[in-house]
């Protein structure tokens, strides 16, 4: 089954950091392009970046350059979102997504189900 499943939200306090796990199964991410999109309540979806390995292209919101950065570690088919410097309008469910095109260009084919990033004054 193909499936993507987050971990690792939870509540902060403004400044703070945290890290998001996303782990793939049923697909590699080396051959899809990886996104992290957010919804905060009342508000619609947003991309937060999108990567591809394949060229090492990135993009990053404005709102989170120079604080959020993906990264995938040595462990096979995870990546993860580190979060610098959180502000509580971060707050939202964050979810991680996947496409053989960049999710945050034509939307992805993957989602996974979400985890809540609570970011307190």
């Known amino acids: 089954e193909v499936q993507l499943v987050e971990s690792g939200g939870g509540l902060v306090q403004a400044g703070g950091s945290l890290r998001l796990s996303c782990a793939a199964s049923g697909f590699t991410f080396d051959d899809h392009v990886i996104g992290w999109f957010r919804q905060a309540p009342g508000k619609e979806r947003e991309a937060v970046l999108c990567f591809s390995s394949r060229d090492n292209r990135a993009y990053y919101a404005d709102s989170v350059k120079g604080r959020f950065t993906i990264s995938s570690g040595n462990v096979k088919n995870m990546v993860y979102l580190q979060m610098n410097s959180l502000k509580p309008e971060d707050t939202a469910v964050y979810y991680c997504?996947?496409?053989?095109?960049?999710?945050?260009?034509?939307?992805?084919?993957?989602w996974g189900q979400g985890t809540q990033v609570t970011v307190s004054s």
């Open positions: 997504a996947a496409g053989l095109l960049s999710p945050c260009v034509v939307g992805a084919d993957i």
